[in-house]
């Protein structure tokens, strides 16, 4: 059994999300010791521990070469596998997930400037780096408007010029009213889902909390059968692909016709678990990191 586990977190958060800090304690109780450490720290000491698991690294987009370096060095310990955060870093992993068969939010990605592009033929569409965390240069923009066209351009440069992929998705309006539904899975198992509120107001970029995430509004949710079906495909693919994850979050959303659940993110880096929705949820997720 592992004895000293390090829970990587960012300068931003040195003592954890509040929602994570429960972790310690349950470690503890677990007689195991459960240390808080600032994965950009280059005093931290990771030989120290017998396992390094990924929790509140919000930061690592604007580091990302420093980020995946100091992952790799640690392939030996660290959870998720560094194969699959290296994976789940870039938002083109959906083209994967679509090459599977699982349905995939429509996504067009561009690689450089003078790619062409698709405003799509009615209602709102958002525009974003394959490379991000917590909607940053994020925009919600009308396919009515004259002028987004243009405005859409110059974010897509400035995403290209930095060396990301922009993304051009259509904004599904059912969540407005439905939100969006995450399903948690710890150790490749169906742990638990919460309902996620719309965060994007049209034409303006959203605020971050601390600079890293957005603050959200969190319900516990049920999910469909059909959603659930969907998100037990992704887990299979995942787990056939990189090996069992210790932990994933599933985030899905469904389409204008017929409700059809559709893959619009995977989360196996850093994400939120939700622990307080489901005071369960820690137990397990104490019990698999031990296993």
């Known amino acids: 059994m592992s004895r000293h586990i390090a829970l990587a977190t960012c300068n931003e958060l040195p003592d954890l999300d509040p929602d994570d800090q429960p972790l310690i304690?349950?470690?503890?109780?677990?007689?195991?010791?459960?240390?808080?450490?600032?994965?950009?720290?280059?005093t931290v000491d990771w030989d120290q521990f017998d396992q390094v698991i990924v929790r509140n690294t919000w930061d690592y987009t604007d580091h990302l070469p420093t980020f995946l370096e100091?992952?790799?060095?640690?392939?030996?310990?660290?959870?998720?596998?560094?194969?699959?955060?290296?994976?789940?870093?870039?938002?083109?992993?959906?083209?994967?997930?679509?090459?599977?068969?699982?349905?995939?939010?429509?996504?067009?990605?561009?690689?450089?400037?003078?790619?062409?592009?698709?405003?799509?033929?009615?209602?709102?569409?958002?525009?974003?780096?394959?490379v991000s965390a917590g909607s940053r240069d994020t925009l919600r923009l009308s396919s009515t408007?004259?002028?987004?066209?243009?405005?859409?351009?110059?974010?897509?440069?400035?995403?290209?010029a930095s060396g990301k992929s922009g993304m051009i998705q259509p904004y599904l309006d059912l969540v407005d009213t439905d939100g969006e539904t995450a399903l948690l899975y710890i150790g490749g198992?169906?742990?638990?889902?919460?309902?996620k509120g719309p965060l994007l107001r049209p034409d303006s970029a959203p605020e971050r909390v601390h600079g890293l995430y957005l603050q959200e509004e969190i319900t516990p949710r049920t999910p469909r059968t059909d959603q659930r079906e969907v998100a037990d495909r992704v887990m299979d693919y995942l787990t056939s692909r990189f090996g069992t994850p210790l932990y994933a979050?599933?985030?899905?959303?469904?389409?204008?016709?017929?409700?059809?659940?559709?893959?619009?993110?995977i989360e196996v880096v850093e994400p939120s678990l939700f622990f307080h929705t489901s005071p369960s949820s820690l137990a397990r997720f104490v019990e698999v990191s031990l296993s």
Do not use: M
Not at 146 to 158: C, F, I, K
Not at 189 to 195: G, K, M
């Open 25 to 42: 304690r349950q470690f503890a109780e677990a007689g195991v010791t459960a240390t808080p450490a600032i994965w950009s720290d280059q």
């Open 145 to 160: 408007d004259p002028q987004s066209r243009g405005v859409a351009q110059e974010l897509l440069d400035t995403i290209v």
């Open 189 to 195: 198992e169906f742990s638990h889902a919460i309902r």
């Open 70 to 130: 100091w992952v790799n060095s640690r392939q030996s310990c660290i959870r998720n596998s560094a194969e699959l955060i290296t994976w789940n870093t870039n938002k083109t992993y959906l083209r994967d997930v679509s090459a599977a068969g699982i349905p995939v939010i429509d996504t067009q990605f561009i690689s450089q400037s003078s790619d062409e592009w698709d405003i799509p033929l009615s209602g709102d569409y958002v525009v974003k780096p394959s």
């Open 249 to 265: 979050r599933i985030d899905l959303i469904d389409s204008h016709v017929g409700q059809q659940p559709l893959v619009l993110e």
